[in-house]
């Protein structure tokens, strides 16, 4: 399915090449001790061709002086980025994806910064777009901090036509019991543990502004990469832990901006855009896959 064209950018299916180049993105403001944490996590990554790229958006603790007493040997490559001011989950995303040194990336990772990683996150992310050569997007099975295990996020499928922003089934606050292991396709995947064709960007655009300070800039980009003729996969075998659940137990006015953000979404996108995605009926592909 394709309903917009870029004339400027072809869409291309992913070609297999040994030892892909990712970035990975993180940007963070004022979580100086879940960042560390993460790092932590993404430090025990067993692939080896990546490069670190950590984005300060304007954090007033102590993140910066964290960042900078980082350990030369943490990561073979690592870039800092500090900013002034917080400028924005959307601008902070597209900072990163317009670092000159992308043109070097095949494949680009946004990561939060209050998640856990298991090592082989990248290893399978590339593993799971060789499997889907028309992926643009990969994502993972995300969980709560909670124990028993309690499924966050798998991935999102819109399910009605009429107010599509509020009928989208993601399966969060279920118990983990491997009911959700297999991979799969989604109208998105949530966007704290994600990873990109580089080309994406150029075919499909960057985050939209208008969804700042944060929340559903991921969603819109990635039901728009679809349009263009991508597909979002969920890899349940991947499993996320996402610690400080971002856009939960939020403020009034953060809330608020939430729900402003979720209805922001409509009017982007055409009706027959939206039949068309839920005509896709991806509900009928959440069963054990061949491939892992």
Request: net charge neutral; hydrophobic share 40%.
């Amino acid at each position: 399915m394709s309903f917009r064209r870029n004339p400027n950018a072809q869409r291309t299916t992913y070609k297999p090449v040994a030892n892909p180049r990712v970035h990975v993105f993180i940007y963070t403001y004022n979580k100086m001790q879940f960042l560390h944490e993460t790092l932590q996590s993404l430090q025990a990554t067993t692939y080896k061709n990546y490069k670190v790229f950590i984005l300060n958006n304007g954090s007033t603790d102590k993140t910066e002086a964290l960042l900078y007493s980082l350990p030369r040997n943490k990561f073979a490559e690592m870039k800092i980025i500090n900013l002034p001011v917080n400028v924005g989950a959307p601008a902070a995303r597209n900072w990163l994806i317009h670092d000159p040194e992308n043109r070097y990336a095949d494949f680009v990772a946004y990561l939060d910064d209050d998640i856990v990683l298991p090592p082989g996150w990248i290893k399978d992310m590339v593993k799971t777009f060789e499997a889907f050569p028309e992926a643009g997007v990969v994502g993972a099975k995300i969980l709560f901090m909670n124990t028993p295990k309690t499924i966050q996020h798998t991935g999102g499928i819109i399910t009605a036509k009429q107010d599509w922003v509020h009928s989208i089934n993601a399966h969060s606050f279920e118990p983990d019991q491997g009911q959700h292991d297999y991979i799969a396709p989604r109208h998105y995947v949530m966007g704290c543990a994600h990873m990109y064709r580089k080309e994406v960007f150029d075919v499909a655009g960057d985050y939209d502004l208008r969804f700042s300070p944060t929340q559903f800039d991921e969603v819109e980009q990635q039901i728009r990469m679809r349009l263009y003729g991508y597909q979002a996969i969920y890899n349940g075998f991947i499993e996320v832990v996402h610690k400080l659940q971002t856009g939960m137990n939020q403020t009034k006015a953060a809330l608020i901006s939430r729900e402003a953000n979720r209805l922001k979404m409509e009017p982007l996108f055409a009706e027959e855009e939206i039949s068309a995605l839920v005509d896709e009926n991806l509900e009928q592909y959440e069963r054990p896959q061949a491939v892992r």
